[in-house]
């Protein structure tokens, strides 16, 4: 069931494209929906592949694809470095004298030096990706995700819903609204 609203804020004709008028909903929708694709979470500090990369090779030697694997994991997904933030810290590190890479069945494995061993002792014992406590884990993954559906699941009701539909959408979304912000108030 689709109900045409020429004019209003859901942008006439083009409301399928994504496109309303300046200042519509689509136009807010498209900036919430940014606001939760952002990669939360994904990016770390300048020196935080370095510190991970001596603080893994201090347990095992390894190969970068491990490496990269390896820090996903721990984080529980919500950091995966990329091979270019990963090869040329490995690098760098073989250049300062810190690791070792050995080349084995077309594969180079890292591992560190005395001085490298030294430099991973002498670290402050946390790891980068246990930084992360557990308030933020979930800043990083599942209230985005829920964020992104709700957009979706309004543009939906702004899209094909009636406008009884949209003014019963628009009343639970403030009721949605006032619980949330009751949730921050419990602290």
């Not at 964020?147 to 539909?165: F, M, N, W």
Request: charged share 25%.
């Amino acid at each position: 069931m689709s109900t045409s609203f020429p004019g209003d804020i859901f942008g006439g004709a083009s409301r399928g494209s994504g496109q309303g008028r300046p200042g519509g909903l689509w136009d807010a929708m498209e900036q919430f929906r940014g606001m939760f694709e952002q990669k939360v979470g994904t990016r770390m500090g300048k020196g935080d592949v370095r510190a991970a990369v001596l603080a893994l090779l201090a347990e095992k030697p390894m190969h970068g694809y491990q490496i990269i694997q390896e820090i996903e994991d721990r984080s529980g997904g919500s950091w995966k470095p990329s091979p270019g933030s990963v090869y040329p810290t490995l690098q760098l590190l073989a250049d300062e004298g810190l690791i070792l890479a050995e080349e084995s069945n077309g594969r180079k494995t890292y591992s560190l030096t005395e001085e490298g061993r030294a430099v991973a002792d002498s670290a402050d014992g946390s790891a980068p990706w246990e930084t992360q406590g557990p308030r933020d884990s979930g800043r990083a993954t599942a209230l985005p995700k829920a964020g992104v559906e709700l957009a979706q699941a309004v543009a939906q009701v702004g899209r094909s819903g009636s406008a009884e539909q949209v003014q019963q959408a628009v009343a639970l979304l403030d009721e949605t609204r006032r619980k949330l912000y009751s949730i921050l108030a419990q602290d």
